[in-house]
């Protein structure tokens, strides 16, 4: 079984609409949680972080982090077709180094 | 150019053949990362270093070789490359000292084909 599962999609949706990206973790030590946006034939580049539980909002993305249900989500709101990308989730635990554990990605395409 | 670069950006060689990835970066990040990316698979880790002389295996790492004499560049190399090493593979980097030392900064991947 994967440390972080999370549903590869696609997702397609139009554009204005919100968007609910998720993951689950089996590792209770994992204590940061990222977000990942790749672009189609590009690396990776980071676009949320958060430490520990709760919520963090940065414009139209909010991530959440729910610790005690092992989850954690990415919301975009008014979703816009430059959204349209892969996007991944990434945790690690404070014993790990700076080495991540990724999700599979979600790729996701806002049509307009 | 300022930031982390992979060369070369596509390769196709044989089953057998030794081919070597180039990573640089200009940043002097300490932590330098190799992953492979498949379809099903995600990210997953081959290789990772601390610091120059220092590296470490990850997820995945049979069948490749790294090295890392300088701060700034850390190649990988499949010793005798196989199809099931057919990927698309990323360089990462990540600066320990920083406030955000999770975050990892990617390089823009080197295609390999192994025909």
């Known amino acids: 079984q994967k440390e972080v599962e999370q549903d590869p999609g696609p997702l397609s949706v139009p554009e204005g609409a919100i968007v609910s990206l998720n993951c689950t973790y089996s590792n209770s030590a994992f204590q940061y949680f990222m977000w990942y946006r790749q672009y189609s034939r590009k690396g990776p580049e980071l676009l949320m972080y958060t430490y520990s539980s709760g919520n963090k909002e940065d414009g139209r993305f909010t991530a959440q982090v729910d610790k005690s249900s092992k989850y954690i989500s990415l919301f975009i709101r008014d979703s816009q077709p430059s959204d349209s990308a892969t996007y991944l989730c990434a945790m690690s635990a404070r014993t790990s180094g700076s080495r991540l554990t990724f999700g599979e990605g979600t790729q996701l395409t806002v049509n307009p | 150019d300022a930031g982390i670069t992979q060369s070369p950006r596509y390769k196709i060689t044989e089953t057998g053949r030794q081919v070597t990835l180039m990573c640089h970066q200009t940043w002097s990040h300490s932590y330098m990362f190799w992953y492979r990316q498949d379809l099903g698979h995600g990210l997953r880790l081959i290789y990772y270093s601390a610091a120059a002389d220092i590296t470490d295996k990850g997820e995945v790492p049979d069948g490749y070789v790294v090295s890392r004499s300088k701060t700034e560049n850390f190649p990988l190399t499949l010793e005798s490359a196989t199809r099931s090493q057919t990927s698309v593979y990323f360089c990462?980097?990540?600066?320990?000292?920083?406030?955000?030392?999770?975050?990892?900064?990617f390089g823009p991947g080197t295609r390999l084909t192994v025909t």
């Open positions: 990462a980097s990540s600066d320990r000292q920083g406030g955000s030392s999770y975050e990892q900064y």
